[in-house]
């Protein structure tokens, strides 16, 4: 099982049904259809939302051109999914995972980027769009092991004549904690109130389980948690409600810092502003010295991701109808 695949069934739960089972079957037929193949092209009919794959390739594709990689669902017999992946990056870099219907419907798609990373491991910025029916996209900021995803690429400023809709924000707080980090995400809706919070660990730099990570923290939830834990956010210094004043600071100004002290020893803070569903990303980043830092990061446009850009954003974009009573 690919990285890849990982890292959905970790952040995502709605998709975990479709995860391939490949692990000691033939690599050639199930049920009368390869269980892999490499395709050229990929077309998504925005109306029917059919699937179409087009011109077959080698099992190792060209180094220069991007790719669609197929894989059929052996435990569920007409399903499939296609990553769309980075030319010459293996399995490594993936733009979009599509998970497909019987007839060839498309059901959901994962973007998993990379938002951060250094010694405490690797931070992701995880999207899941639903299209059978639509509803709103899941949308995570969360620590988890080093492996596949989508990375950035870093601009000198704001992109000129890109979408400035601001669709999420999130915050990290790094710890130098046992098991060796501590990562403490939360994501917020554009008006300031909390969608989510995350309690993850590392080490060595790998993300560790959250089985591992209860005994260390008994006094807090840990993994996923949707909508506000007054306790477990308190303790590690985060806002109830994100201050909208904070969107007011241009690039050129140091944003105030957010962080209420804990005890812990703090290595990295770290505010996201989410743009255009997170298609450019600004960041500001915080150390324990008092240095600050702005740096703007952004993402592949597929032409996926425009086919399927109105019914995308006609869907709330990680966002929970009941979390909303919890704007102060």
């Avoid at 069934?9 to 692990?23: G, H, P, Q």
């Avoid at 990553?83 to 959901?108: I, Q």
């Avoid at 400035?164 to 130098?176: E, G, M, N, P």
């Avoid at 812990?264 to 830092?293: A, K």
Wanted: hydrophobic share 35%; proline share 8%.
């Amino acid at each position: 099982m690919s990285r890849t695949h990982q890292t959905y069934t970790r952040i995502t739960t709605d998709t975990a049904a479709f995860l391939l089972l490949l692990v000691g079957l033939s690599p050639n037929v199930a049920c009368g259809r390869p269980l892999m193949q490499n395709f050229r092209t990929m077309r998504v009919d925005p109306k029917t939302l059919k699937v179409h794959l087009e011109d077959k390739l080698p099992k190792e594709p060209a180094p220069g051109s991007d790719y669609y990689s197929y894989h059929v669902n052996v435990t569920k017999p007409g399903r499939y999914t296609v990553d769309h992946r980075r030319a010459g990056s293996g399995d490594k870099y993936t733009y979009n995972n599509f998970f497909v219907e019987p007839g060839d419907s498309l059901y959901s798609r994962d973007k998993v980027q990379i938002l951060l990373s250094g010694p405490f491991g690797t931070i992701y910025a995880q999207s899941t769009y639903f299209y059978a029916p639509p509803s709103p996209t899941l949308f995570y900021v969360v620590l988890y092991m080093n492996g596949s995803g989508e990375p950035f690429r870093l601009l000198p400023s704001p992109p000129v004549g890109e979408d400035l809709t601001l669709s999420a924000i999130s915050v990290v707080r790094i710890f130098r904690a046992p098991p060796g980090f501590l990562v403490v995400s939360a994501n917020y809706a554009p008006d300031g109130h909390l969608e989510s919070l995350h309690v993850n660990g590392s080490r060595q730099g790998e993300w560790v389980h959250s089985n591992e990570l209860r005994p260390l923290y008994p006094d807090v939830e840990v993994a996923t948690m949707i909508g506000d834990r007054p306790k477990t956010r308190e303790r590690f210094g985060l806002p109830a409600t994100f201050p909208v004043q904070y969107l007011k600071a241009t690039a050129r100004e140091k944003p105030a810092l957010i962080f209420q002290g804990v005890d812990l020893q703090s290595s990295m803070d770290v505010v996201n502003l989410h743009y255009d569903r997170n298609h450019w990303v600004r960041q500001d980043s915080f150390l324990p010295d008092g240095t600050q830092s702005t740096r703007f990061l952004a993402y592949a446009v597929t032409d996926e991701d425009k086919v399927l850009k109105g019914i995308d954003d006609a869907q709330l974009f990680g966002q929970f109808p009941y979390t909303r009573a919890t704007i102060h």
